[in-house]
């Protein structure tokens, strides 16, 4: 919105197109100031006529390169997280006397609610990690790890790195024995680099503490990823057992899925929670991590 003053009885848009700037009396002498707000009395009510930015209602999920605006200093992530893992497969034997089942996959470090300052003008380099592949079956088998979910500015350097979960393994094992040995999924941590912000308002009036949209429900979290569980191995020849579930992402908030049952199968992760382990006997295949996500806004802080 244009603002207008008079001058001499002409009325002049105060705006650098129009060559014309706008001064403040700061204690004894005028001087450029920033004006963030504008008002104007109607009726006896003060009415806001101008506001420097206007912080939008939706979030944006772009990733690559992000130009901050240039009335922006500050910016909301409502959510983000790092890729979960893959599960590992299940293996089955002949005469070993068990089953093996595969672990499940991790989560991946994650924020919910959280503020950063920083600079109007510069370039953000934003990152969504890739979910984590699943292993296949039998013997001497790792998941897949998945990628790092990560923030950096131009002006601001790293915001935050938001690690994928790490592929638990069946290492070992054979048609003849003995049996695989199954290492459990690793939760990917969070690293916070940037300047958090934990008070402030927003120039249009949103007071940062009331963000509480993301998955955790509470205002400026963050937290490491969850590792699937690791069920091992069943004993005696041909016996039945289900693969580990999936690591919960977002500190709980978000389920990972759960392990395939023997001969079955099962969903792969979502939102970075770790994909579900496979089963044995009859053996049965893992699935997927979830891909890492994040969703944010820009915002001017007064």
């Known amino acids: 919105m244009p603002i207008y003053v008079k001058d001499g009885g002409t009325w002049r848009e105060i705006s650098s197109s129009a060559g014309t700037q706008l001064y403040v009396r700061d204690g004894t002498s005028f001087t450029n100031k920033t004006i963030t707000n504008a008002y ?4 006896g009510s003060w009415e806001t006529v101008f506001t420097l930015f206007d912080t939008p209602t939706s979030y944006s999920t772009a990733t690559g390169s992000v130009a901050v605006p240039a ?4 910016i909301h992530f409502q959510f983000a997280v790092g890729g979960g893992s893959g599960g590992v497969g ?3 034997y002949d005469k070993a006397g068990g089953e093996s089942a595969g672990a499940g996959g991790a989560s991946g470090g994650y924020i919910s609610d959280k503020v950063f300052s920083v600079t109007g003008g510069e370039t953000l380099t934003v990152t969504a990690g890739a979910a984590g592949t699943a292993s296949g079956n039998g013997y001497n088998v ?6 790092p979910t990560s923030v950096s500015g131009t002006s601001s350097g790293s915001l935050f790195s938001l690690a994928g979960g790490v592929g638990g393994s069946g290492t070992g094992g054979g048609v003849q024995g003995p049996l695989r040995s199954n290492s459990a999924s690793v939760g990917g941590a969070a690293t916070i680099s940037g300047t958090v912000l934990t008070s402030g308002t927003t120039v249009d009036g949103l007071n940062i503490t009331t963000f509480n949209s993301g998955p955790v429900g509470t205002f400026n979290s963050n937290g490491s990823g969850t590792a699937g569980t690791n069920p091992g191995n069943c004993g005696g020849d041909n016996c039945q057992i289900q693969g580990g579930s999936g690591g919960a992402s977002y500190g709980g908030a ?8 023997a001969g079955g199968s099962d969903s792969a992760g979502t939102r970075g929670a770790g ?4 089963g044995a006997e009859p053996v049965s295949s893992a699935t997927t991590g979830g891909a890492g996500e994040l969703s944010y806004r820009f915002m001017r802080i007064a």
């Not at 009335?71 to 500050?74: C, L, P, S, T, V």
Request: net charge positive; hydrophobic share 20%.
């Open 275 to 278: 994909g579900g382990g496979g």
């Open 142 to 147: 790792t998941a897949g790890s998945g990628g």
């Open 90 to 92: 299940g293996a089955s």
């Open 71 to 74: 009335n922006a200093n500050a």
């Open 254 to 261: 978000h389920p990972g899925p759960s392990g395939a049952p």
């Open 40 to 43: 104007v009395k109607n009726s």
